[in-house]
């Protein structure tokens, strides 16, 4: 099998990106991957020829934009051209700059190698590295889209360290190289997590690079296809370099949509009132809700909610909670409802339910 040029390079890259996204590659933007691929040969010894897959330990950067499909629909096709263009030559130049390879375009996210196919002593590093430019380049790419009035992007990071197989698959026609494996969902299923300018590490990813870089303390999560939780680090800083992580989200815990029904009752001079209400959960989170529910709930109104996760097998009893705010939307009274008071069971199923939804385990 020959060694795909930059040029089958390119024209893999672009039927990959415009069949994704729905939007031409910019004949700039093509010149631009064109420069950047070269450099990356031409520095490197060159692509190994292998017919076979082959065992290799490996690094995968998975990015993805939060709230790409709302922007989708709000904005004209060459405004979303030159938004998309604008990101996918900046995140392309900051990952082979920092010796990674773009392994592939899904929609909005991309896949970034580091171990594969070219190796470097820091690989883990490197990636680590290349997450934080990339949220710092982010940042400054929206304040250039406030200046034109376009629309601003927000994006999440997940990282895996593991071993996986990695080789040339295709044709003369069409090749490429790429990586699978367990470790490769992995990455995927710590990306999910991810909130808006967030990049998370994943415990062997950790190891690597602790003495580098600064990190949060280690978050639970339940993955799919694991037995046991584990555990998940946000990465804050490269004190090295005088970088910090942007972080655009107030948020301390994931959020997902779903559409449950829920029953509560109101809670006054700290008595539960017997009268039973209804409601919709629309947003959950590990912390609270966004419902529509059948009565004006003001601000400060302690609550009691009963949820009932039948889809998991699971249930959340005695959850006492406070309402923020309501507002009306499509003419339904909607109210953001904070979690004041739950018992440990209870917590953890609701964080076990929010995590299934987030890796799609469950319909919502």
Same mark, same amino acid.
Request: charged share 25%; proline share 4%.
């Given at each position: 099998?020959?060694?795909p040029?930059?040029?089958?390079?390119l024209?893999?890259?672009?039927?990959?990106?415009?069949?994704?996204?729905?939007?031409?590659?910019? +004949?700039?933007?093509?010149?631009?991957?064109?420069?950047?691929?070269?450099?990356?040969?031409?520095?490197?010894?060159?692509?190994?020829?292998?017919d076979?897959?082959?065992? @290799? *330990?490996?690094?995968?950067?998975?990015?993805?934009?939060?709230?790409? /499909?709302?922007?989708?629909e *709000?904005?004209?096709?060459?405004? !979303?051209?030159?938004?998309?263009?604008?990101? !996918?030559?900046?995140?392309?130049?900051? +990952?082979v700059?920092?010796?990674?390879? %773009?392994?592939?375009?899904?929609?909005?996210?991309?896949?970034?190698?580091?171990?594969?196919?070219? +190796?470097h002593?820091?690989?883990? &590093?490197r990636?680590?590295?290349? +997450?934080?430019?990339?949220?710092?380049?982010?940042?400054?790419?929206?304040?250039?889209?406030?200046?034109?009035?376009?629309?601003?992007?927000?994006?999440?990071?997940?990282?895996?360290?593991?071993?996986?197989?990695?080789?040339?698959? $295709?044709?003369?026609l &069409?090749?490429?190289?790429?990586?699978? $494996?367990?470790?490769?969902?992995?990455?995927?299923?710590?990306?999910? &997590?991810? =909130?808006? $300018?967030?990049?998370?590490?994943?415990?062997?990813? @950790?190891?690597?690079?602790?003495?580098?870089?600064?990190?949060?303390d280690?978050?639970?999560? &339940?993955?799919?296809?694991?037995?046991?939780?584990?555990?998940?680090? *946000?990465?804050l800083?490269?004190?090295?370099? $005088?970088?910090e992580v942007?972080?655009?989200?107030?948020?301390?815990?994931?959020?997902?949509?779903?559409?449950?029904?829920?029953?509560?009752?109101?809670?006054?001079?700290?008595?539960?009132?017997?009268?039973?209400?209804?409601?919709?959960? =629309?947003?959950?989170?590990?912390?609270?809700?966004?419902?529509?529910?059948?009565?004006?709930?003001?601000p #400060?109104?302690?609550?009691?909610?009963? !949820?009932?996760?039948?889809?998991?097998?699971?249930?959340?009893?005695?959850?006492?909670?406070?309402?923020?705010?309501?507002?009306?939307?499509?003419? @339904?009274?909607? /109210?953001?409802?904070?979690?004041?008071?739950?018992?440990?069971?209870?917590?953890?199923?609701?964080?076990?339910?929010v #995590?299934? !939804? %987030?890796?799609?385990?469950?319909?919502?």
């Amino acid at each position: 099998m020959k060694t795909p040029t930059v040029s089958v390079m390119l024209k893999n890259i672009q039927a990959l990106f415009e069949g994704e996204t729905g939007v031409p590659l910019a +004949a700039g933007t093509r010149a631009q991957l064109e420069s950047l691929l070269n450099d990356a040969i031409k520095n490197t010894v060159g692509l190994a020829r292998e017919d076979q897959f082959s065992a @290799r *330990e490996v690094t995968v950067l998975l990015t993805d934009l939060r709230g790409f /499909t709302a922007i989708s629909e *709000e904005h004209t096709a060459p405004v !979303l051209l030159e938004v998309l263009n604008h990101y !996918l030559v900046k995140m392309s130049e900051i +990952a082979v700059n920092h010796g990674g390879t %773009i392994d592939k375009f899904m929609g909005d996210a991309i896949m970034v190698l580091f171990g594969a196919p070219f +190796a470097h002593a820091d690989d883990v &590093y490197r990636a680590v590295h290349c +997450a934080v430019d990339m949220q710092l380049a982010v940042c400054e790419l929206n304040k250039q889209h406030r200046a034109k009035g376009l629309p601003e992007l927000n994006m999440g990071i997940g990282i895996n360290t593991g071993e996986v197989m990695a080789g040339l698959l $295709g044709s003369d026609l &069409y090749a490429e190289y790429t990586v699978i $494996g367990d470790e490769v969902n992995l990455a995927s299923r710590i990306e999910a &997590y991810s =909130l808006r $300018g967030q990049v998370l590490i994943s415990e062997s990813t @950790r190891r690597r690079v602790a003495d580098r870089v600064t990190l949060s303390d280690p978050m639970d999560v &339940y993955v799919k296809g694991k037995k046991d939780q584990i555990n998940l680090f *946000e990465v804050l800083a490269i004190p090295g370099e $005088g970088k910090e992580v942007p972080r655009q989200e107030i948020r301390k815990s994931p959020r997902v949509e779903t559409n449950m029904p829920f029953e509560f009752h109101r809670v006054e001079d700290k008595i539960v009132m017997p009268e039973v209400h209804k409601g919709t959960i =629309l947003d959950l989170s590990y912390n609270g809700v966004l419902a529509a529910v059948d009565i004006d709930l003001p601000p #400060q109104s302690d609550i009691k909610l009963s !949820l009932n996760f039948t889809l998991a097998g699971t249930t959340a009893t005695d959850v006492y909670a406070r309402a923020l705010r309501h507002f009306e939307r499509g003419g @339904r009274r909607m /109210t953001c409802i904070e979690f004041t008071s739950v018992n440990v069971q209870s917590s953890m199923n609701i964080r076990h339910f929010v #995590q299934l !939804l %987030i890796q799609g385990g469950v319909t919502k």
